[in-house]
Antibody
Framework: QVQLMQSGAEVKKPGASVKVSCKAS????????MNWVRQAPGQGLEWVGI????????NYAQKFQGRVTVTSDTSTSTVYMDLSSLRSEDTAIYYC????????????WGQGTLVTVSS | EIVLTQSPGTLSLSPGERATLSCRAS???????LAWYQQKPGQAPRLLIY???SRATAIPDRFSGSGSGTDFALTISRLEPEDFAVYYC?????????FGQGTRVEIK
């Protein structure tokens, strides 16, 4: 079955960077896309960006342009999200979520990674 | 960006009752790219409905989706105890993909 296993919780200081990983299993990695979605404490869902796992092409929400980089390692079926210049408002649970195309629903989700930004 | 507004914010109902959740878009959603997700406390969201009205794998038929253009709805025909949760709509036809703010379905 499809599994997306994310890395553990992180605590960072303002201005620092964080890299969250998402290891996929149970399906052919490069046939799909991976999205990143975040959820601030007690808040709704916010889309961060997407990567085409066959080409490495990416697309990011304008809000995060210049601060986020999503990459993948096909040899380990792992996707990474790197977020820089962290501020307190970036405190959130970050989820990876599989998609079937550039424009598709998110049919499987990781368990989430809590990133806390605090001085 | 397409803004999705869900109503009501909270729906208080009893098990066995019918729930109707609304999702209104600020502009027309590229058809049929509207989805619904369910989220329970401490869990990741789960896909319920895709392409406006198609049920995802293993989703019971008491869940149904409808709508077009700017007005969409999720209906739960008879609430089961496990259905009390937060529900989000999402449009995925244009970038950025956007979500509604959520509707909480709580036990009355």
């Amino acid at each position: 079955q499809v599994q997306l296993m994310q890395s553990g919780a992180e605590v960072k200081k303002p201005g620092a960077s964080v890299k969250v990983s998402c290891k996929a299993s149970g399906y052919t990695f490069t046939r799909y896309y991976m999205n990143w979605v975040r959820q601030a404490p007690g808040q709704g869902l916010e889309w961060v960006g997407i990567i085409d796992l066959s080409t490495g092409g990416t697309n990011y929400a304008q809000k995060f342009q210049g601060r986020v980089t999503v990459t993948s390692d096909t040899s380990t079926s792992t996707v990474y999200m790197d977020l820089s210049s962290l501020r307190s408002e970036d405190t959130a649970i970050y989820y990876c979520a599989r998609g079937g195309d550039w424009y598709s629903t998110f049919d499987s989700w990781g368990q989430g990674t809590l990133v806390t930004v605090s001085s | 960006e397409i803004v999705l507004t869900q109503s009501p914010g909270t729906l208080s109902l009893s098990p066995g009752e019918r729930a109707t959740l609304s999702c209104r878009a600020s502009e027309s959603v590229s058809s049929p790219y509207l989805a619904w997700y369910q989220q329970k406390p401490g869990q990741a969201p789960r896909l319920l409905i895709y392409d406006t009205s198609s049920r995802a794998t293993a989703i019971p038929d008491r869940f149904s989706g409808s709508g077009s253009g700017t007005d969409f709805a999720l209906t739960i025909s008879r609430l089961e105890p496990e259905d009390f949760a937060v529900y989000y709509c999402q449009q995925y036809g244009s970038s950025p993909r956007t979500f509604g703010q959520g509707t909480r379905v709580e036990i009355k």
